[in-house]
């Protein structure tokens, strides 16, 4: 049994500590796995109904032929993966499509475009698809690379509750996969998110070559900011032929896990979603994700160009664990 010291000696950042260090997430990260878990889900029902789920789904608006050379992206000009790119979709569809994952039990609706920066031609769309999306009475999130501070404030003004910007790794694995923008590029368009009064959903990937305490340095930083994302999408990533992580060694289980539980404890408040990668993941490794403190996950049967678990699957999921849509 974990004593009360231990306890207290992992439990950061203590009332006068003015962030998280990186000894006291690793300190907590090492734990004994029961303690772990149970720690993350002790937190986590202070803050949410532990059986509750967020159910979110997430739509590529604009497939292909972006500019970055994210080493993971299936989209990226960069990599031979066979997709063909494809132009903005129109808004009408955009909406019928939001209007069937609102009728399958979502309450988020999240939009993506593979795309360095929206181009000034492509913002009035954009914006047009936010008001109609969210007049649907979907919460609403779009990902459409990086953002100036004039383009995040009109998002806002549409009514977009949150922007997705992940920082995929720590600082210092980030060059091993990414070369195209920085680092401080990535924080730069989240401060102009939070600025401009929209909620931050900003996570990373697992199983791209990174060390385990990178994944730590992943959560540190996110934790650090100075409002911690309300959205933290924890991904696996999925492998895709023709990118330079097509062969890339899977993360182990319980090295995911522990990392969920991590977020869950560094960022008590926020929505913990359990995202890409779970079509690769058993109903117990999910399990194991839900009681750590993931409380939302993307439905049907595809996440931008790659598989997701169906929704029947998800269904029979959520009745053996006595979950329910949040």
């Known amino acids: 049994m974990l004593e009360v010291r231990d306890e207290q000696a992992v439990t950061a950042p203590l009332a006068d500590a003015p962030e998280w260090t990186s000894g006291a997430a690793w300190s907590l990260y090492r ?4 303690d772990l878990l149970f720690k993350a889900q002790t937190i986590h029902r202070r803050h949410f109904d532990p059986n509750r789920v967020q159910l979110s789904k997430l739509l590529n608006i604009k497939t292909g032929g972006c500019p970055e050379d994210c080493g993971y992206c299936s989209q990226s000009s960069h990599h031979s993966t066979g997709l063909a790119a494809s132009k903005l979709m129109e808004i009408e569809k955009v909406v019928a499509e939001a ?35 969210k007049a649907l009475g979907l ?5 459409l690379g990086m953002l100036d501070r004039d383009q995040s404030e009109r998002l806002s003004a549409a009514g977009l509750d949150y ?3 992940n920082i995929d790794t720590s600082a210092r694995y980030y060059p091993q996969v990414i070369s195209t923008r920085t680092f401080a590029d990535r924080l730069d368009t989240l401060e102009n998110v939070r600025q401009s009064g929209m909620k931050v959903c900003c996570g990373g990937i697992l199983g791209m070559g990174e ?3 990178d994944r730590v340095e992943m959560l540190v930083t996110l934790a650090n900011l100075p409002e911690p994302p309300e959205s933290v999408p924890i991904n696996m990533l999925i492998p895709i032929a023709g990118t330079p992580l097509a062969e ?7 090295e995911f896990v522990r990392i969920v539980a991590l977020a869950r404890i560094m960022m008590p ?20 994700c839900f009681f750590a403190g993931a409380n939302s996950i993307f439905v049907g049967d595809t996440l931008l160009t790659a598989g997701n678990p169906e929704d029947e699957a998800d269904r029979k999921l959520f009745q053996r664990l006595g979950l329910q849509a949040l």
Not at 100 to 114: E, I, L, Q, S, V
Not at 273 to 288: H, K, N, P
Request: aromatic letters at 6%; charged letters at 20%; proline letters at 6%.
């Open 31 to 34: 734990l004994p796995f029961n």
């Open 99 to 133: 209007r069937k994952a609102k009728a399958g039990g979502a309450t988020r609706y999240c939009m993506g475009a593979a795309w360095r920066n929206p181009k000034p031609r492509d913002m009035d769309a954009i914006v047009e698809m936010v008001g109609a999306v």
């Open 139 to 143: 919460e609403t999130c779009m990902t």
């Open 163 to 165: 922007y997705n910007h």
């Open 211 to 213: 060390g385990e305490t």
């Open 248 to 254: 890339a060694e899977p993360i182990a289980p319980i």
């Open 269 to 288: 408040q926020s929505y913990v979603r359990l995202s890409a990668g779970r079509s690769a993941m058993t109903d117990e490794m999910q399990a194991l």
